[in-house]
């Protein structure tokens, strides 16, 4: 089995402030993937950010990073100067081969909140 | 290039009634799933398809048929809508098993059962 923990269910955080989402995860698989989304409140699923279980280096998309600690299973995403228009809720998700890599698991959600 | 299309975005049944929920893409993307989302629980998953004339079942199956008969569509049956069913329906694809890219999802479709 493969779990997901998000146990921030809500955030509020200063505009411009730099933001951590955190995320741990369960797997036995020594091979996976994480994935972080956003939802915005119109509802939809937009991909943020992924990180291989083998990648060397902490995967980076413009403003969005993930600091990856393999030994700790432990994948938080880092937003750096946050905006308005980050507001959204966040989904860190994974997939393993014993799995099915076409399936996500997902954790609960982080609500953030970016205050101006 | 339109992705993933679901329709419709809103629906309201009744306890009993069937419906289909609808999902086209247009990017050849060989797996496709579906996905329920309720407050506080994050998106599960129902059912999936690894290819044409393949489907097998998720986290969350009862009460849910799925077909795959083309690439690209993935449609999602209700036999015989529950309250507990209410919730909003996420379909998503993707053409990477290897597991670097990411599932493209639909906008929703958001399903109210009275």
């Known amino acids: 089995a493969q779990k997901i923990t998000q146990t921030q269910p809500g955030m509020f955080v200063q505009e411009k402030e730099a933001v951590t989402l955190d995320c741990t995860y369960d797997t036995s698989d020594p091979s996976y993937g994480l994935f972080w989304y956003k939802q915005p409140s119109s509802g939809e699923m937009i991909f943020l950010i992924y990180q291989g279980s083998y990648d060397q280096q902490n995967a980076t998309e413009g403003r969005y990073s993930l600091n990856f600690q393999k030994a700790r299973k432990s994948a938080n995403l880092v937003i750096s100067a946050s905006q308005l228009g980050d507001s959204a809720m966040y989904f860190c998700?994974?997939?393993?081969?014993?799995?099915?890599?076409?399936?996500?698991?997902f954790g609960t959600g982080t609500r953030l909140t970016i205050i101006p | 290039n339109a992705g993933v299309t679901q329709t419709p975005k809103f629906q309201v049944l009744k306890t009993g009634q069937s419906m289909t929920l609808q999902c086209a893409q247009d990017?050849?993307?060989?797996?496709m799933s579906w996905y329920r989302q309720d407050p506080g629980m994050g998106l599960r998953l129902i059912h999936y398809?690894?290819?044409?004339?393949?489907?097998d079942q998720g986290e969350v199956p009862n009460g849910y048929n799925v077909s795959r008969s083309t690439t690209e569509d993935f449609p999602l049956r209700l036999l015989s809508a529950a309250p507990s069913q209410t919730s909003v329906y996420f379909c998503a694809s993707t053409n990477d098993r290897g597991g670097n890219q990411p599932q493209h999802f639909g906008d929703g479709t958001r399903l109210s059962i009275l």
């Open positions: 398809s690894v290819g044409a004339g393949i489907t």
């Open positions: 998700a994974m997939i393993s081969p014993n799995f099915g890599n076409e399936k996500l698991t």
């Open positions: 990017m050849n993307h060989e797996y």
